[in-house]
């Protein structure tokens, strides 16, 4: 893929959706180089994710999933797959996605997932991250976007960008600015990875 391209881009996230609205928001402001975002999917129905896509007039769909799990079954999985491949995606995005994606979709997408995580990496892996870090009492946080590989928030980092954390701060304060981290981050990767400044690993 080279900066000649157009990077057909797909979001996957579960909740609110502001990373996806960050990027959205970039988009429509010309900001995402040659990314062109092609669809937006959840495996929750009636998300915020959907409704932001739904704002900005980009495909979006619920796609089956069991809610009770943190993994896709093998069936859904496949449906999911069946779905994204239908826009020849060259680019799939977890912007707060939280399902585990298993073998075959890795696979089939390989080295085209990327995922933001809410800690800097490998630090605070998992759930929870950034009431963990603050827990802990670290002064820095901050977010992480990574390449997507079957090591659960493992994958090969692409880059990062700290918050402090100081006395006094709450919680809440904590996590706005984590957030706002990533939504500075996000769509500037993005944009990168579509003019060729960042590879796409081989
Ligand atoms: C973001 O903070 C993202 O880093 C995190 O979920 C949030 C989604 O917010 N992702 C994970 O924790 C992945 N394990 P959003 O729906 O407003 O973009």
Redesign the pocket.
Known sequence: LNGYKHMKTIIL??????????LLDASSQNLLGSTEIVGVFSDVAE???LKIADSHNIENDYLRSDSSSAKLTGEDEQLWMDSLSEYNPDLII?????KILQDPFLKKFHNSII????SLLPSFK?????ERAFDMGVRITG?TIHWVNSDL?GGKIIAQAPVRIMEGDSLEIV?AR??AA??MLLPWVVSDLSQGIIPFPK
């Open positions: 996230g579960s909740g609110k959706g502001s990373n996806a609205g960050a998300s915020g994710v977890l912007a707060g996605f939280m995922n933001i995580h809410p998992g759930l929870r991250s950034i977010c928030d996590t984590v957030h990533e939504h």
